[in-house]
């Protein structure tokens, strides 16, 4: 567990905030633009020092101001990967991997260099690597230090989207098989979907809520102050076949009746797979009466739990239970009217197959 309870002014800017980051699994630091989410990182790093606070890590203290204590960057057994790679240009990848690599890390050279796909590219100097190459590479690095928490500020930006596919294909890898802790920065629902666990969300220099991803998804009370967080929630499926005549993979919700289905483009992974479906507010569709599904529509079986307050809006969202899980929907103003929409009212929510791009689908 990192701990960190820390004040810092930076010219106009105060950061004052408290972050609790566990010790396993992938946790998003989330806000927006000028949020304090690089400041609170660095400090986090040793890359700037607070007025007043500490930061602790398991039952290291790395910052404790009152006791004048302060870690420096390199002995805080974290490693930091930024936006740019910041590799030495004129050693070879090897090289760069094996700098300041402890012998007891020998043996998991071999091992990481499979699990990021960096073996081809070994005795290349990082001149030669493509953007999402290099991070793979700066990655591998800041591992090999054998980190007790791995830091990643926006890791993914600017990378196209295939190359950003497989960067985030890689980190759900590594935070997988090698148990290192990940915090990292992002301003993007799509990646904190894709990859976290836990999402700390960050407005204004201070943490103001944190929680499970889905949790946090599903908080209408956030969508206003985050501005992009509305958008969608996350559910959990299960593969139960995959039609490679149609290219299309078949997927299971709670909520769905014995035999539905719902289809999406083929996805890597074996039935019976667990997948996290990012579906968009407004792509999800509600009917109050039961109506047979279409091949390219799938109708759950949904239960009305909250509905949201935007004032001077057309839209508005509400909250959808099905088998358990929460379902975010955006309608009108006018539809919940002229439907009679209540809390606690059984519907039928409705995903089209066309909505849901291969991108909003992961393989656990
Ligand atoms: N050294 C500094 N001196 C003055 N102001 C600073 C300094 N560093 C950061 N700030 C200000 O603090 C605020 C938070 O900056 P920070 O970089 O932490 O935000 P962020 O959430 O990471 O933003 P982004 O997503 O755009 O990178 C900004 O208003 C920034 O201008």
């Known amino acids: 567990m990192l701990e960190a309870q820390v004040s810092q002014r930076l010219g106009d800017f105060t950061l004052d ?21 690089s400041s609170l ?16 890590l398991g039952d290291t203290w790395l910052v404790d101001t009152q006791r004048r204590r302060w870690v420096p960057p390199h002995r805080r057994q974290l490693g930091v990967v930024f ?10 990848v090897r090289g ?32 030669l690597l493509s953007g999402g190459e290099a991070r793979r590479v700066a990655i591998g690095r800041a591992l090999l230090s054998r980190p007790r928490m791995l830091l990643m500020d926006e890791p993914l930006t600017g990378l196209d989207g295939a190359r950003k596919q497989e960067l985030l294909h890689y980190i ?38 944190s929680g499970p991803v889905d949790e946090m998804f599903s908080r209408l009370d956030l969508g206003p102050r985050t501005g992009r967080f509305e958008a969608s929630s996350l559910l959990e499926a299960r593969i139960v076949a995959h039609d490679e005549a149609l290219c299309l993979t078949r997927l299971a919700l709670s909520g769905m009746a014995e035999g539905e289905t719902l289809s999406v483009a083929r996805l890597e992974g074996a039935v019976g797979a667990v997948v996290r479906l990012r579906l968009r507010a407004r792509d999800v569709g509600v ?49 919940i009217a002229q439907m009679g929409l209540e809390v606690g009212q059984a519907l039928q929510a409705r995903l089209r197959s ?5 991108h909003d689908v992961i393989v656990m």
């Open 354 to 358: 066309v909505t849901i791009s291969r």
């Open 17 to 37: 905030t408290s972050l609790a980051v566990p010790a396993e699994g992938v946790t998003a630091l989330f806000g927006r633009s000028g949020s304090g989410k």
């Open 172 to 209: 759900r890898r590594l935070a997988r098989d090698t148990g290192v802790p990940i915090l990292f920065v992002s301003h993007d629902t799509r990646e904190i979907g894709a990859l976290a666990d836990r999402v700390a969300l960050i407005e204004e220099g201070r943490v103001m809520a």
């Open 41 to 56: 990182i660095r400090l986090i790093a040793g890359l700037g020092v607070p007025d007043s606070g500490s930061i602790r």
């Open 287 to 335: 009917a109050s009466t039961r109506t047979p599904s279409l091949p390219d529509v799938a109708c759950l079986s949904a239960t009305l739990r909250e509905i949201g307050d935007e004032a001077y809006s057309p839209f508005v969202e509400v909250m959808l239970d099905v088998g358990g899980q929460a379902l975010r929907a955006r309608l009108t103003r006018e539809a």
């Open 96 to 127: 760069n991997l094996r700098y300041g690599m402890p012998r007891a890390a020998r043996a998991d050279f071999d091992g990481l260099v499979e699990l990021l796909g960096i073996g081809h590219l070994l005795s290349r100097t990082p001149g």
């Open 83 to 92: 936006q740019e790679a910041r590799l030495f240009p004129h050693y070879s």
